[in-house]
């Protein structure tokens, strides 16, 4: 920039004090940014942690109203559903994601009872529900595409049934968005919003949300034919403009912090509103290295989820919602 010369122009004066570092900074985060995802069991009980997640729950659906009221009364706007589904029920075909009583359904349904407030996003995918934990149908060990599309798109209208306000296809099929859009508005869920993870890299920041849902060690081979490769941008690109063009209305970018470049370029050539998936890895990091004492817990939280505004998201998928809402509030 021209016309900016020492000692004429000093940068740090509107950094001398707090008040004027408030008054400048270009970005801001809000407890309205936040999304929390929650993983439910089913039956009762005191919620059982994750052990590759401290702080985080299976969250059994008889006390599911009691744990997210906290994040209720901070005004969080949106839960992000995940279900461990028992073994039993767990087949080739993914069959429970079209039970119209799976886990998701129910607690849709109790949420929207309790909390009418809160929206609903669903993860749509049917690595939750498959016993070789892939996203879609395993023919002669590839995930095809049309077949699972075609699954996906019940499952969508099963969750909106339900009360699930954001349909979140995860499972990175091609023209998936489309039959998505096609199904719920057939079924009379125009207002259905589909938020999409359009750009998923097949990353190993997963891990411990596997752990999570009690997938670790089920998945046969890998994800590599259908999530992205983390070495293409360009890429990431075509898919988020073929995902709105099929009627996307906000799309997600998975992992987080590792593709704020992602996050960068998606919301400078598209202007739609972005949102990033502070992945399970992310969070186990930041957990595993404040209880360590290497860095402040704190600071390393919120300075990581002000860097997914900066980077252009409307909001943030986190772990650490109900922590950062909590400093938020003062």
């Not at 920039?1 to 020492?6: A, D, E, H, R």
């Not at 995802?37 to 942690?49: A, K, L, T």
């Amino acid at each position: 920039m021209l016309g900016q010369n020492f000692p004429l122009t000093r940068l740090r004066r509107n950094r001398f004090d707090a008040a004027t570092r408030r008054l400048v900074a270009e970005h801001s985060l809000s407890v309205d940014d936040l999304i929390w995802p929650i993983f439910i069991r089913d039956g009762g009980g005191d919620p059982v942690e994750v052990q590759a997640m401290p702080g985080q729950f299976r969250v059994g659906l008889d006390g599911l109203a009691r744990h997210v009221e906290q994040a209720a009364k901070l005004g969080i706007p949106a839960l992000a559903l995940f279900p461990v589904t028992p073994a039993e029920l767990k087949t080739p075909e993914g069959r429970e994601a079209l039970n119209p009583d799976n886990l998701i359904c129910r607690a849709a349904m109790l949420l929207k009872k309790e909390f009418p407030d809160f929206a609903l996003v669903g993860d749509v995918a049917l690595d939750p529900y498959t016993d070789h934990a892939h996203d879609g149908l395993l023919r002669d060990g590839y995930v095809v595409n049309d077949e699972s599309v075609e699954i996906l798109a019940k499952q969508a209208v099963n969750q909106a049934n339900a009360g699930i306000d954001f349909i979140a296809p995860s499972d990175m099929m091609d023209g998936r968005i489309k039959a998505l859009r096609e199904a719920l508005d057939g079924a009379g869920h125009i207002h259905t919003r589909i938020m999409s993870y359009a750009a998923k890299y097949a990353s190993a920041f997963y891990g411990p949300f596997r752990d999570a849902l009690g997938n670790q060690g089920a998945l046969q081979g890998d994800k590599k034919t259908y999530q992205m490769n983390p070495a293409n941008s360009d890429e990431a690109l075509r898919e988020v403009a073929m995902d709105i063009a099929e009627g996307a209305d906000m799309v997600m970018v998975k992992p987080g912090m590792p593709y704020l470049d992602i996050i960068r370029r998606v919301k400078d050539a598209f202007g739609v509103p972005v949102f990033a998936y502070q992945v399970s890895g992310e969070y186990a990091m930041i957990e595993a290295a404040a209880r360590n004492g290497w860095i402040d817990h704190d600071k390393a939280m919120m300075e990581a989820l002000m860097c997914f505004k900066r980077a252009g998201c409307s909001g943030i998928l986190t772990y650490h919602a109900v922590q950062a809402a909590r400093l938020l509030h003062g």
